[in-house]
């Protein structure tokens, strides 16, 4: 299993909504990742989470709230965001031992 | 500092020919690069990377890439284009650690032409 899981794949939410992104992955990596991805940029990294712990924080609004239940799970919890937080947000792992990162498909964010 | 510069923004290109996608990096440290993909509306996928060792990796769908160092470059080729391959394309350098971030390109995107 190779596979990092987003839920849900398109959520719209006004700007008085909390709502939350929820990532999963099974493949035992100690390091899991937010990135946001506007149309046609690259993605830019949000949080990191390194053995559970917070150790990257890009200096994110603090509507943006990250969260590591446990080594598998990394949730975003969102409130009073705002229309230009439309974007798309991934959730990505990795093992460490091999560099790269590996990436769920996405949660598409639409702030009205 | 450290980046990653991917020259191209927008290529075109016949299906049936090849194609090279440029990028160059500023790394401090030994640099672990990739090469990602990315279909409109979907996640990154990872097409190949360098560690170490042959400078010439191979990746999957045809892909391969070369490091040269005297460059500081890690460009993409594949010798004939599908029509599939139209997407955008991330070069990407990083540090061999859990918990290191990224570095991304701007991408390339590619367009195939029939």
């Known amino acids: 299993d190779t596979e990092v899981t987003q839920t849900p794949k398109h959520l719209v939410m006004g700007m008085t909504n909390k709502k939350s992104l929820k990532c999963e992955q099974h493949?035992?990596?100690?390091?899991m990742y937010w990135y946001k991805q506007k149309a046609k940029k690259p993605p830019e990294l949000m949080f990191v989470?390194?053995?559970?712990?917070?150790?990257i924080n890009e200096s994110v609004p603090s509507r943006f709230s990250p969260e590591c239940p446990n080594s598998s799970l990394l949730n975003l919890h969102l409130h009073a965001l705002q229309p230009e937080d439309s974007a798309l947000y991934l959730c990505a792992s990795s093992s460490g031992e091999a560099g790269e990162l590996f990436f769920g498909e996405g949660s598409r964010l639409t702030v009205l | 500092a450290q980046s990653v510069t991917q020259p191209d923004i927008h290529i075109t290109v016949s299906e049936g020919a090849s194609l090279e996608l440029r990028c160059n990096y500023s790394y401090g440290a030994t640099p672990y690069l990739f090469w990602y993909v990315q279909s409109p509306g979907q996640g990154l996928q990872l097409l190949l990377k360098y560690f170490s060792g042959d400078t010439l990796v191979q990746g999957i769908k045809g892909f391969e890439a070369e490091f040269k160092r005297s460059q500081s470059s890690f460009n993409l080729r594949k010798p004939s284009v599908h029509w599939s391959d139209a997407a955008e394309y991330f070069c990407?350098?990083?540090?061999?650690?859990?918990?290191?971030?990224?570095?991304f390109g701007k991408g390339t995107t590619l367009s195939v032409s029939s």
């Open positions: 990407a350098v990083g540090a061999r650690q859990a918990g290191t971030a990224l570095i």
């Open positions: 493949m035992g990596h100690r390091a």
């Open positions: 989470y390194s053995y559970e712990k917070l150790s």
